[in-house]
């Protein structure tokens, strides 16, 4: 299982939409859509200082 699976699971199992996420973490929804999707890698390194 891969990073945005194992968020998808997690966020539904505790009953958090995407967009309560989205404003709780400061990210974006559609950053959050594409990591459960898989088109967006999370965030490492370098990408931290920018995404938060």
Known sequence: ???G????QIRKSQMISAP???K???LSQSFIWRIESGKQQ???GRD???YG
């Not at 699976?5 to 998808?8: A, D, I």
Request: proline fraction near 0%; aromatic fraction near 10%.
């Open 20 to 22: 309560k996420l989205s």
């Open 1 to 3: 299982m891969n990073f």
């Open 48 to 50: 931290r200082c920018y």
């Open 5 to 8: 699976s194992r968020l998808k």
């Open 42 to 44: 999370e965030a490492t």
């Open 24 to 26: 709780q973490s400061g």
